[in-house]
């Protein structure tokens, strides 16, 4: 792991993902800056900042970094042993989907059997190679519902995405795999999100499973379901203080989406890199009112059955222990305060 490179809190860090995060809808309205402005400190951002700092996207080794983002680089970073707490969780539903060709013969679960399937390649490192991650378990949850399992399709490797951080690389592209099955050459590609809802179609793809569609949220638990939000444990330990701060403003920007619906999918479009159509398709009839993060137990138990899988498949160093990591005392205070 990279050495920590600051000694002492000058500068607060953020880092998101291309996702719905109520952190990002705070940094969009301008309330972290102005929230952290008020303690004197600074709000950087890695995705405009240099691949110097970017990288600490996934190793997290930045003493004033938040991080609000997939919980795949959250969880092997802290396996290979990153000093982080994780603050907080948060689930939304973002069209996760099997993809065919229109034309295909599949159009349920029980038709993946035998079926070949993008398997996105290993990435730079554990953390970055999450994408793989997202396929395996989207396949495992979408076979799982046909009483089938990942023995029962045959994976064929795609190049993977590029994990690049930076506002004009990170989610750019194609998802590995589309091509491929709109060439024809691969029968099926787990997907989700806005960016893929629109490319999706684009391509004249069709959804053979809709994950989101089953109510047991098992099936669906992957990379961004439950999505952690984590904080360098020093920062946590020294200036807790900034890191209530942070959640109050994320509780305050969740209460805002749910009753500025419109606004709030013009910053979804951007900050997915996608439009409004991908908005509308991937994020569904009251996503706007679930932007809230938790540390109940059921979002627990999600994450914990995650991080067992990703320990099974190679993406952890060693199994995590979710219910250590969590320090749901911030939150607790953060909730007083915007009740307050």
């Given at each position: 792991?990279t050495a920590v490179l600051e000694s002492t809190v000058d500068k607060v860090w953020y880092t998101r993902c291309p996702v719905?995060?109520?952190?990002?809808?705070?940094?969009?309205?301008?309330?972290?800056?102005?929230?952290?402005?008020?303690?004197?400190?600074?709000?950087?951002?890695?995705?405009?900042?240099?691949?110097?700092?970017?990288?600490?996207?996934?190793?997290?080794?930045?003493?004033?970094?938040?991080?609000?983002?997939?919980?795949?680089?959250?969880?092997?970073?802290?396996?290979?042993?990153?000093?982080?707490?994780?603050?907080?969780?948060?689930?939304?539903?973002?069209?996760?989907?099997?993809?065919?060709?229109?034309?295909?013969?599949?159009?349920?679960?029980?038709?993946?059997?035998?079926?070949?399937?993008?398997?996105?390649?290993?990435?730079?490192?554990?953390?970055?190679?999450?994408?793989?991650?997202?396929?395996?378990?989207?396949?495992?949850?979408?076979?799982?519902?046909?009483?089938?399992?990942?023995?029962?399709?045959?994976?064929?490797?795609?190049?993977?995405?590029?994990?690049?951080?930076?506002?004009?690389?990170?989610?750019?592209?194609?998802?590995?795999?589309?091509?491929?099955?709109?060439?024809?050459?691969?029968?099926?590609?787990?997907?989700?999100?806005?960016?893929?809802?629109?490319?999706?179609?684009?391509?004249?793809?069709?959804?053979?499973v809709d994950l989101d569609e089953h109510p047991d949220r098992r099936y669906r638990v992957n990379n961004g379901t439950p999505?952690?939000?984590?904080?360098?444990?020093?920062?946590?330990?020294?200036?807790?203080?900034?890191?209530?701060?942070?959640?109050?403003?994320?509780?305050?920007?969740?209460?805002?989406?749910?009753?500025?619906?419109?606004?709030?999918?013009?910053?979804?479009?951007?900050?997915?890199?996608?439009?409004?159509?991908?908005?509308?398709?991937?994020?569904?009839?009251?996503?706007?009112?679930?932007?809230?993060?938790?540390?109940?137990?059921?979002?627990?138990?999600?994450?914990?059955?995650?991080?067992?899988?990703?320990?099974?498949?190679?993406?952890?160093?060693g199994e995590v222990d979710v219910y250590a990591w969590a320090a749901p005392e911030v939150l607790e205070a953060a909730h007083?305060?915007?009740?307050?």
């Amino acid at each position: 792991m990279t050495a920590v490179l600051e000694s002492t809190v000058d500068k607060v860090w953020y880092t998101r993902c291309p996702v719905p995060t109520a952190s990002g809808l705070a940094l969009n309205l301008g309330w972290l800056a102005e929230e952290f402005g008020t303690a004197g400190l600074d709000v950087g951002v890695l995705q405009d900042a240099g691949p110097e700092l970017a990288r600490h996207h996934y190793d997290h080794q930045l003493l004033g970094l938040f991080r609000e983002g997939g919980n795949v680089p959250a969880l092997a970073a802290k396996s290979e042993g990153a000093a982080t707490r994780l603050i907080g969780l948060t689930w939304i539903d973002e069209w996760q989907s099997v993809l065919v060709r229109a034309d295909s013969p599949i159009t349920g679960p029980a038709g993946l059997a035998g079926a070949t399937v993008a398997l996105p390649g290993w990435g730079a490192t554990r953390g970055q190679s999450f994408p793989r991650a997202m396929a395996l378990h989207g396949f495992k949850g979408a076979l799982s519902l046909a009483g089938l399992t990942l023995d029962d399709v045959r994976p064929v490797t795609v190049p993977s995405l590029s994990t690049e951080i930076g506002r004009d690389r990170t989610g750019g592209g194609l998802w590995p795999g589309l091509q491929a099955v709109a060439d024809g050459a691969i029968d099926a590609v787990y997907v989700k999100g806005a960016k893929q809802a629109e490319d999706a179609a684009r391509l004249g793809l069709r959804v053979a499973v809709d994950l989101d569609e089953h109510p047991d949220r098992r099936y669906r638990v992957n990379n961004g379901t439950p999505r952690p939000i984590t904080v360098h444990e020093r920062l946590l330990a020294e200036r807790p203080e900034l890191v209530v701060r942070f959640l109050v403003q994320t509780l305050r920007a969740a209460d805002w989406a749910a009753g500025h619906l419109d606004e709030l999918r013009t910053i979804l479009a951007r900050e997915t890199r996608s439009g409004a159509d991908g908005v509308l398709t991937a994020y569904r009839s009251g996503f706007h009112r679930t932007l809230h993060p938790t540390l109940d137990a059921d979002r627990l138990d999600l994450l914990d059955r995650q991080q067992r899988f990703l320990a099974l498949h190679g993406f952890l160093a060693g199994e995590v222990d979710v219910y250590a990591w969590a320090a749901p005392e911030v939150l607790e205070a953060a909730h007083r305060e915007v009740a307050a």
